[in-house]
């Protein structure tokens, strides 16, 4: 699929002035704390003001990013500062959201299914904000996979459809589901199927995505 692994990529402000790739070496040095064994490839895409930085462990461009938290600064020759987003490119590394399973199904049995698609790094439950009263878990798994495919947007587990998310996961249709359509305009579906029924499949779906539902 020629999609990157274990790669981040730095998106620099178009409106900030171009940087030269020494100074941006030594960003990398100061603001990410890499060292030269913890990076294979660091790849310049100056028109589009992006940095890509392969590493050499997952486990390693993980760390990062958690503590990176999706952003930093760069302050320029000239003394202004702008923000540099942070994000992972490219497949490798994904936080999998997994809506829709009864906590009854036990942690090993996702971790199989899930590790259809290469390596599972480890599995958290998503917990309710603190906006809502009861700061428990909301059902959703949380599942880190170093990705070699895509996971479809939704599968079976234990019997159970469940619905799954992730960054730059390409949509597949609920009916069939295959990529390039949705379920209103699947080939497969029967035009007997109310359309009212898709539709309120979709609105659940997105409120699953979300983590939070409304009263109907």
Same mark, same amino acid.
């Given at each position: 699929?020629?999609?990157?692994?274990?790669?981040?990529?730095?998106?620099?402000?178009?409106?900030?002035?171009?940087?030269?790739?020494?100074?941006?070496?030594?960003?990398?040095?100061?603001?990410?704390?890499?060292?030269e064994d913890d990076i294979r490839v660091?790849?310049?895409?100056?028109?589009?003001?992006r940095v890509y930085i392969k590493f050499v462990s997952a486990d390693r461009m993980q760390s990062i990013l958690q503590d990176i938290k999706g952003q930093?600064?760069?302050?320029?020759?000239?003394?202004?500062? $702008?923000?540099?987003?942070?994000?992972?490119?490219?497949?490798?590394?994904?936080r999998v959201r997994v809506a829709g399973l009864p906590p009854e199904v036990k942690e090993p049995v996702l971790r199989d299914v899930m590790s259809k698609y290469d390596d599972v790094k480890d599995i958290q439950e998503e917990q309710?904000?603190?906006?809502?009263r009861y700061k428990v878990s909301n059902g959703i798994k949380i599942v880190g996979v170093i990705l070699k495919?895509?996971?479809? $947007?939704?599968?079976?587990?234990?019997? +159970?459809?469940?619905?799954?998310?992730? @960054?730059?996961?390409?949509p597949t249709c609920y009916n069939c589901n295959e990529q390039g359509h +949705?379920?209103? @305009?699947?080939?497969?579906?029967?035009? $007997?199927?109310?359309?009212?029924i898709s539709n309120r499949a979709d609105s659940w779906a997105n409120a699953a995505k979300h983590g939070t539902t409304r009263q109907q």
């Amino acid at each position: 699929m020629g999609e990157r692994q274990n790669t981040i990529v730095c998106i620099f402000d178009m409106r900030s002035p171009r940087i030269t790739a020494f100074n941006i070496h030594e960003w990398i040095h100061a603001q990410l704390r890499l060292q030269e064994d913890d990076i294979r490839v660091i790849q310049i895409d100056g028109p589009r003001r992006r940095v890509y930085i392969k590493f050499v462990s997952a486990d390693r461009m993980q760390s990062i990013l958690q503590d990176i938290k999706g952003q930093q600064e760069y302050k320029h020759d000239n003394g202004e500062i $702008s923000i540099v987003k942070v994000e992972l490119a490219g497949m490798g590394l994904r936080r999998v959201r997994v809506a829709g399973l009864p906590p009854e199904v036990k942690e090993p049995v996702l971790r199989d299914v899930m590790s259809k698609y290469d390596d599972v790094k480890d599995i958290q439950e998503e917990q309710w904000p603190n906006q809502y009263r009861y700061k428990v878990s909301n059902g959703i798994k949380i599942v880190g996979v170093i990705l070699k495919k895509h996971v479809p $947007s939704h599968m079976f587990i234990a019997g +159970h459809r469940v619905l799954t998310t992730y @960054e730059g996961q390409p949509p597949t249709c609920y009916n069939c589901n295959e990529q390039g359509h +949705h379920s209103v @305009e699947c080939p497969y579906r029967r035009s $007997s199927t109310p359309t009212y029924i898709s539709n309120r499949a979709d609105s659940w779906a997105n409120a699953a995505k979300h983590g939070t539902t409304r009263q109907q």
